[in-house]
């Protein structure tokens, strides 16, 4: 099917929300948007990061999630105490895929649940002696750990538990750090304002831990990466590259990061930034207290890692910007093999992406790589400083929506008629029973994974195997085939 | 009133966030940009103006400020 125009678009968007009422119309149609180029801002265009609508289906997470889920939660070497309720903790437990090493229980404890189980009696009475209570059992259990931090949950905010006082009364105890995170779950629109929170709490009782202690030897050639959280190994691939240019990676936050890289962070020479929504708060923090200057980059795909290499080598002196050049030089046949072979089973499809974070627009160049075209795409959680940044990457006249709800996703895509739609678990089974090849991108559908050279090769294959598939042309009911496909069968 | 955060942006430039706004917009004019007064009144991009007190010397960037939208 060809492309819709500019128009088509439009008119599209106008007939979606037109089973809306009113007001809930108005509302949803500041966030559809058809992208156009030449807009510099994204404000004009679309509104982004605004209270989702009740009555309609949204995938939007809470500030636990930001927070627990997202930024603290990979901290392998940390324990994190879900703080309220069980099911916070129990039902969001190693769903991510952040990849560490380390023998889960003893030194790392990224898959584990740590929960305070509120009763009723907590609630009544306060939760403050059970939690100072748990801080002593796990000191006592997990003697390995390397700090605590507490991650509120609802019930938390709303009873005025004082966990920071806590968490200072056993960080006395037990010498070790006690991260106290306010990111209960009703804060916020969305899991950005958690993200924003984990942040502000690791300026506040991590990251000058250790501004007094020259004993860290440093290199010219220092950097962190920051923002990514390691998913199905991304955060390996993506440092292999890196150290081959002559960079030495001291930090990940957080994908297997650890409390001791994020202390050492400040000494860096360049932080890395990869997902830009949830981390660069910090980022910008770091530049103003230390110094440490900050670059965006894309490691999906061949284009734009080669595009992001030279970006992050033009930060450093000739040794490095050779040691890029190197990089690419060497990993060019490989990366051609993989377009050689599946370009041809690829080109010209058509994805619709919706997705949270970065990937929305840093996917989009692998897409591309591949001879593939982005169709439509949109954030559950961004603010406009991502829309600014997904309009140049998005062609003209293609869909943009922010916060999409489940019926506008639906009526898009039997409009648009993508390829593939590359969404999360919730929507995933809809659209597969649609009989529309669908990738599970939040978790790289329990592959991966797909950044640097290694993850794009792996991107092509689960990209191909999932389009090609030939179950998707036996996903009619018979009896909804038509007369002479049946009459065929007869004959047969 | 404000808090912003005027940074140098990869050009050189100087860019203007506003973290609660996400705003983030290049400074095409500064009132006062010399070594012995930095500040005043700054032109965005996007037609907006904000006010900060000038400061003394030119600061060492990023700095974060509060600024009047004016």
């Not at chain 1, 292999?240 to 930090?251: D, F, I, W």
């Not at chain 1, 293609?398 to 648009?416: A, C, I, P, Q």
């Not at chain 1, 990209?463 to 069968?489: F, I, R, V, Y």
């Not at chain 2, 006062?32 to 007190?53: H, M, V």
């Amino acid at each position: 099917m060809t492309n819709l125009t500019r128009e088509e678009t439009e008119a599209l968007i106008q007939e979606v929300v037109a089973v809306y009422p009113e007001k809930l119309k108005k509302d949803r149609l500041k966030h559809l948007a058809v992208n156009d180029q030449e807009v510099e801002q994204s404000k004009k265009c679309i509104t982004s990061n605004r209270k989702s609508a009740p009555g309609v289906m949204t995938i939007r997470g809470c500030a636990y999630a930001g927070s627990k889920g997202v930024v603290w939660g990979p901290i392998k070497d940390m324990i994190h105490i879900s703080h309220g309720p069980v099911g916070c903790g129990q039902y969001s437990r190693a769903g991510r895929r952040n990849y560490y090493v380390g023998t889960t229980g003893v030194n790392t404890f990224g898959t584990m649940n740590f929960t305070s189980d509120f009763q009723e009696k907590d609630i009544v009475f306060g939760g403050d002696k059970k939690l100072a209570k748990i801080m002593n059992e796990i000191e006592e259990l997990f003697p390995l750990n390397k700090g605590i931090t507490v991650q509120s949950e609802c019930p938390i905010g709303l009873i005025g538990d004082d966990i920071e006082a806590v968490s200072k009364k056993a960080n006395a105890e037990i010498g070790k750090p006690v991260v106290p995170v306010r990111c209960e779950g009703f804060r916020g629109v969305s899991q950005s304002l958690g993200h924003h929170i984990a942040n502000d709490a690791v300026r506040d009782w991590v990251l000058g831990n250790r501004d007094n202690d020259d004993s860290f030897e440093s290199t010219p050639y220092d950097v962190s990466i920051i923002g990514d959280y390691n998913i199905g190994g991304d955060a390996w691939s993506s440092r292999t590259l890196l150290e081959e240019m002559g960079l030495r990676v001291v930090a990940q936050w957080s994908g297997d990061g650890t409390l001791s890289e994020m202390e050492l962070t400040p000494k860096v020479k360049l932080n890395l930034l990869h997902c830009y929504r949830s981390m660069n708060y910090i980022s910008r923090h770091m530049e103003e207290k230390y110094g440490i200057p900050w670059v965006e980059y894309n490691f999906f795909g061949p284009t734009k890692i080669a595009e992001s290499l030279r970006k992050i080598a033009s930060f450093f002196d000739d040794t490095i910007k050779e040691g890029a050049e190197r990089v690419i030089q060497h990993y060019q046949s490989e990366y051609e093999a993989v377009i050689a072979k599946y370009r041809p089973r690829l080109e010209g499809k058509r994805v619709m992406l919706y997705v949270g974070g970065l990937r929305p627009r840093h996917v989009i160049g692998a897409y591309e790589d591949l001879g593939m075209e982005v169709v439509g795409t949109g954030y559950e959680f961004a603010h406009n400083d991502d829309y600014d940044r997904t309009i140049k990457e998005m062609g003209n006249a293609t869909l943009l929506y922010d916060d999409v709800t489940g019926h506008e996703f639906e009526e898009f895509v039997k409009r648009v008629k993508p390829d593939l739609i590359g969404s999360g678990i919730k929507e995933k089974y809809i659209f597969q029973k649609m009989g529309i090849p669908f990738r599970q991108m939040h978790s790289w559908d329990y592959s991966g994974p797909y950044h640097g050279y290694d993850g794009f090769a792996i991107f092509a294959r689960d990209m191909d195997m999932t389009l090609n598939n030939p179950c998707w042309g036996k996903l009619k009911a018979p009896w909804k085939k038509s007369e002479d496909s049946s009459s065929e069968a007869a004959t047969a | 009133m404000a808090n912003i955060m005027i940074r140098k942006g990869e050009t050189g430039d100087l860019v203007f966030y506003l973290p609660k706004k996400d705003l983030e917009e290049a400074i095409l004019s500064l009132e006062f940009n010399s070594p012995e007064r930095w500040g005043g009144e700054l032109k965005l991009a996007d037609g907006q103006s904000y006010y900060i007190e000038p400061l003394d010397a030119e600061p060492k960037l990023p700095i974060s400020l509060r600024a009047k939208r004016m």
